[in-house]
């Protein structure tokens, strides 16, 4: 079974940094791709960055220069710093293993001031 657990989030003022972590289980971390998506209060889900098994990455514009994903293979997790945080980036972040859509229960970002 697919079990991805997100951490991290927090309330935070407009320019702090957060890291975010997903621990994830019931499959072979390494060779997948995994993403981190978000739902801000009203809105649809948003791709903001993905990382491939081979370490590929990409980045919405919307966090590009300004978020930055890594994962640790050996521990089986899924990183996701923030820096320079924008209200905007108010939303619940979730990981997201690409190849099956499973998602975690998600963890909140407040970015206020």
């Known amino acids: 079974e697919v079990q991805l657990v997100e951490s991290g989030g927090d309330l935070v003022q407009p320019g702090g940094s957060l890291t975010l972590s997903c621990a994830a289980s019931?499959?072979?971390?390494?060779?997948?791709?995994m993403s981190w998506v978000r739902q801000a209060p009203g809105k649809g889900l948003e791709l903001v960055s993905t990382?491939?098994?081979?370490?590929?990455?990409y980045y919405a514009g919307s966090v590009k220069g300004r978020f930055t994903i890594s994962r640790d293979n050996g521990k089986n997790t899924l990183y996701l710093q923030l820096n320079s945080l924008k209200t905007e980036d108010t939303a619940m972040y979730y990981c997201?293993?690409?190849?099956?859509?499973?998602r975690g229960q998600g963890t909140q970002v407040t970015v206020s001031s």
């Open positions: 997201r293993r690409d190849v099956g859509g499973e």
């Open positions: 019931g499959f072979t971390f390494s060779n997948s791709a």
């Open positions: 990382i491939t098994g081979g370490g590929y990455t």
